[in-house]
């Protein structure tokens, strides 16, 4: 089983953005407790981060062949980015949308995810820890794949 982990704008600079939103680890951080968490299952998980759109389109068209699976956090494209949502529509694997920070607690503009509506469901404000759940419940889903 192969997982694509992709986190979007703004999201490499976790562990020094506002950290009582988004906590202390930074991206290389969580993704070394994802990679740990991934050995026992076991399941193969690659990651990607990037600040542009077409850039993140790119590399869900590229790797859609070769997973099973997806988890998201998509950072400000979230709430808008609709050619994210037409890609992952188009790959059609299980994907779950990871946000660090309660999206529904903070600014207006932050509640309405357009994202959401196309995943299999939506972590939101558990931290770091959403990935590893989001990581379990794919793992879990795709139980017969190898
Ligand atoms: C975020 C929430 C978004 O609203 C914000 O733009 C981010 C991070 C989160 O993980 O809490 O960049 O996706």
Not at 25 to 33: C, G, H, N, V
């Amino acid at each position: 089983m192969k997982l694509m982990l992709i986190n979007g704008p703004n999201l490499n600079l976790l562990g020094k953005r506002d950290k009582s939103i988004y906590g202390e680890m930074t991206l290389a951080q969580i993704e070394s407790r994802v990679l740990e968490k991934a050995k026992d299952y076991p399941a193969d998980v690659i990651f990607f981060q990037s600040n542009h759109e077409g850039s993140i389109i790119d590399f869900i068209q590229e790797q859609t062949d070769k997973c099973n699976g997806i988890i998201i956090n998509p950072g400000a494209l979230t709430h808008y980015g609709l050619s994210i949502r037409d890609a992952l529509v188009d790959a059609n694997l299980p994907t779950i949308e990871v946000h660090l920070s309660n999206i529904y607690a903070r600014d207006e503009w932050r509640h309405k995810s357009i994202i959401a509506p196309i995943c299999n469901g939506q972590i939101s404000g558990l931290g770091w820890n959403g990935y590893i759940l989001a990581l379990e419940y794919l793992v879990d889903l795709l139980r017969d794949v190898n």
